[in-house]
């Protein structure tokens, strides 16, 4: 809101179009919490999620896609295209936000 001359404008003020995260996952104790807050932070199904990360613990990672599943109507896992030859690193893309009908 460019009338608004207080600098307090939250994600509820602004629509957020992309969402990028990099190593959140990697110690992820709550999985079902941060796709939450990835899902709060979407602004509606246009958004787009892109999450990267390093498999180190697959318990915890299959549990994140299967939560981001349950919140994005598209989810795709690649490899990243790029010179990093580094094993095991990932990007999620999500997007089609959903209503929560709960887990």
Known sequence: NN???NNNNSVDDNEVD?????????SLYDPLALVETIHDLCSGPETLVFVGY??????????FEQYLQSRFKVIERFKPKSRNKNPGVYVFHATGKQSITGL
Do not use: F, Q, T, Y
């Open 18 to 26: 992309v969402i990028i995260a990099a190593d959140v996952v990697a």
């Open 3 to 5: 009338n608004n001359n």
């Open 54 to 63: 390093k498999g180190r613990l697959d318990r915890p990672h299959e549990l």
